[in-house]
């Protein structure tokens, strides 16, 4: 039998001995050729066997180890366990072995009775009844109690704090004119008189009582906030100047009002200037602090605001001013009490010659005592604040702050205000700014001598958000005594800083500034010897210390600062520092 391939014939035995082979047959016949051998697959199966058996070996003993362990842990934590709950059962027996042979334990139980209603008790409760300052703050609130009401009146001492707050709900109408009945017969001992949070029916019904009912001559603080943008305080029971003697002090004159303090919001004023005028001036002869807030800067709050009129006759009898704070807008002006330059031109002949009664004929308020002055506009660009700058003659002004709420757009430019002119250059009009008018390489410098700043005293400054790059010049100028300045920014993400971080504020104070040159764009100044500089640095939380060590051990300081959004580079160097 022959069997045909695609090249030669092979015999029939071969192909037999081939199928044999691939069948896994051994057939001796085969040649046993080198070229043709192949070692055995089973060598290689059985040197893993092996291994695999080692490996088993191995696992099963480090598992009996482990089970080995793990029951001496268990041993081990059984033990630990009843030695701690022996310690603890003999520290037990020592604490009351203790106290059994400490002498309070030998008496019974009766007598330790005694001694803790007589001696421990009373004592605390006595205390509280004859302290006279636990019982001096009175809160006039819906879930306060009659009875409460009486206790405080008796326990404390002449002076009584009234706080009346919460009375949101108009149908706790009897409750409010109860409480009200009973504190009202200790009038004249109020020191302070605090009212937030109370609906317009409780409101009017307190004004009127307080009006034709209370006695307030020993009343110094007056404290209102509103509860919403059109509620608003006229405090006419303070602003009344002739009063009938009233039921709870028959045939008892009215002494004059001791007010130091004023802080309302939404603030009026009633009545013509006149009788305005003699009102403060029996009322308010010894106010000393002046704070009035606007609720918001909406068009419902804007009828609330007080006519620059009134409230120069207000404040022309306040002589005792010391501190104006503006919050918002509370002032509304009809005209601009300076008139342009030529008002400016009054203004610094009466400041030169005039003095105080030739600065309030020109349609200004005369404030010689007054130390401190605030404004926080509340808003970007206020309607009035250039006005009510330019309306304040405060020579004795020592501290001037001035914060808007925000730093991403730069504030109403007041610098200009801040100055009064001699004689201003024919060419030059009212509206050209000081800064643009100070940067200009044009003017004589014999005429920027004749500006003079409007409130030369000051020795603090604070202005956030109210300067930028073009006015910081012009800012320095109008403060030429300042002793401290802090010049930032004040928005409502300003405890944040980039990422989300926080920022500190580093003051640096340097004693000795004799010789210190600082330079802020444009300008290029030395300082003259004063007692101290302050110097505020905004940074995020990692380099405040680090930057503080710097510029304390340095003798001279170099850094940036960031005003209004502007970068400005301020180089100081002194060798005293």
């Known amino acids: ?15 037999n001995a081939f199928k044999n ?23 290689y199966n059985t040197s893993a066997a092996q291994t695999l058996a080692g490996l088993r070996v191995e696992v099963q003993r480090l598992r009996d180890e482990e089970d080995h362990l793990q029951r001496r842990i268990h041993r081990d934590q059984s033990s630990l366990e009843q030695i701690q709950t022996l310690m ?4 037990n027996k020592a604490n009351e072995m203790q106290n059994f042979l400490a002498a309070i334990s030998r008496l019974p139980n009766e007598m330790l009775l005694a001694i803790f209603e007589e001696a421990v008790s009373r004592r605390w409760r006595d205390l509280a009844i004859h302290s006279p300052r636990l019982w001096r703050r009175v809160c006039i609130t819906p879930r306060i109690a009659p009875r409460m009401l009486e206790m405080y009146k008796t326990r404390a001492s002449r002076a009584l704090d009234i706080e009346i707050w919460g009375w949101r709900d108009r149908r706790d109408f009897q ?27 409780h409101l009017s019904h307190l004004t009127l009582k307080l009006s034709h009912v209370g006695h307030f001559s020993g009343l110094k603080h007056f404290t209102f906030r509103a509860l919403r943008p059109g509620q608003t305080s006229s405090i006419a029971f303070l602003m009344e100047s002739a009063t009938p003697p009233q039921p709870h002090h028959p045939g008892q004159a009215l002494a004059p009002c001791a007010l130091k303090s004023l802080d309302a919001e939404n603030f009026t004023l009633t ?34 605001m007080i006519d620059f009129s009134a409230f120069r006759a207000m404040l022309t009898g306040i002589p005792n001013l010391t501190t104006l704070v503006l919050h918002g807008q509370p002032l509304r002006f009809r005209t601009d009490p300076v008139g342009g330059q030529q008002g400016q031109n009054e203004i610094h002949g009466s400041s030169l010659g005039g003095g105080i009664g030739a ?53 109403q430019s007041v610098v200009e205000r801040l100055f009064v002119d001699a004689s201003p250059p024919k060419s030059s009009s009212s509206s050209t700014s000081y ?13 920027m001598n004749r500006r003079h700043p409007r409130f030369p005293r000051v020795e603090t400054v604070v202005l956030h958000n109210a300067s930028s790059a073009g006015t910081a010049l012009a800012f320095i100028h109008a403060f030429p005594y300042t002793t401290q300045c802090k010049i930032g920014r004040w928005g409502r993400n300003r405890n944040r800083g980039r990422g989300g971080r926080g920022e500190n504020r580093i003051r640096v104070k340097v004693r000795n500034c004799s010789g210190i040159r600082i330079r802020i764009g444009d300008l290029d100044m030395r300082l003259q010897p004063a007692h101290a500089l302050h110097i505020g640095i905004d940074c995020a939380p990692s380099r405040s210390v680090n930057l503080a060590k710097k510029l304390s051990e340095s003798s001279s300081i170099g850094y940036a600062m960031n005003i209004s959004g502007a970068m400005s580079s301020l180089r100081s160097s002194s060798k005293g520092c």
């Open 359 to 411: 600065a309030a004929n020109a349609a200004m308020i005369a404030l010689p005592q007054l130390h401190t002055l605030v404004l926080h506009p509340g808003v970007l660009k206020p309607r009035y604040l250039q006005h009510t700058i330019s309306a304040i003659y405060a020579p004795a002004l020592r501290h001037f702050e001035l914060v808007f709420p925000d730093s991403k757009i730069s504030g």
């Open 175 to 201: 409750r409010f004119d109860a409480a009200l009945e009973m504190m009202l017969d200790s009038s004249s001992r109020w020191r302070s008189l605090s009212i937030a949070c109370v609906c317009d029916t």
């Open 271 to 304: 009545g013509d200037l006149s009788s305005i005028h003699a009102r403060a001036t029996q009322n308010f002869a010894r106010l000393s602090s002046l704070t009035l807030r606007r609720y918001s800067n909406d068009a419902r709050s804007f009828r609330i």
């Open 1 to 15: 039998m022959r069997v045909h391939s695609c090249h030669r014939n092979v015999p029939s035995g071969s192909l």
């Open 88 to 91: 603890y059962a003999r520290i």
């Open 21 to 43: 082979v691939l069948n896994g047959v051994f057939v001796e016949q085969l040649p046993c050729s080198p070229h043709f051998f192949y070692p055995p697959i089973y060598h």
């Open 435 to 447: 800064a643009s008018y100070a940067s200009s390489s044009l003017v004589p410098e014999e005429h």
